[in-house]
């Protein structure tokens, strides 16, 4: 069974960082673009950050940009997000997917994705 689990999360003042991770478990997705999405409460999936199946693209909501990075490791088949000077507005579940198409263009609607993980929360206290 396809699983992803994302970690890392927690309670974090303005301006702290926090590393999440998402480990992949049941197949290796080191041919697909991963992404990182964010649900806050009363509102919207919205894309965070993606990184293509080589590592050699990545893509940025500019709410992130400068802030966020994205980066992954094939032979753990684990993808992080690190995140720094975070801020009130960041708080939300995480969630990181797998682009259902193997070795696709980084795509940031989150209709392409698949293998959803459970999430993890995030929560920056002012």
């Known amino acids: 069974q396809v699983q992803l689990v994302e970690s890392g999360g927690g309670l974090v003042q303005a301006g702290g960082s926090l590393r999440l991770s998402c480990a992949a478990s049941?197949?290796?997705?080191?041919?697909?673009?991963m992404g990182w999405f964010r649900q806050a409460p009363g509102k919207d999936r919205e894309f965070v950050a993606a990184?293509?199946?080589?590592?050699?693209?990545?893509n940025y909501a500019d709410s992130v940009k400068g802030r966020f990075t994205i980066s992954r490791d094939n032979a753990k088949n684990t993808v992080y997000l690190q995140m720094n000077s975070l801020k009130p507005e960041d708080t939300a579940v995480y969630y990181c997917?797998?682009?259902?198409?193997?070795?696709?263009?980084?795509?940031?609607?989150?209709?392409?994705?698949?293998?959803w993980g459970q999430g993890t929360q995030v929560t920056v206290s002012s």
């Open positions: 049941g197949r290796t997705f080191n041919k697909n673009t």
């Open positions: 997917a797998a682009d259902h198409q193997m070795y696709a263009s980084i795509r940031i609607m989150g209709v392409f994705y698949e293998s």
């Open positions: 990184i293509s199946w080589s590592a050699a693209y990545t």
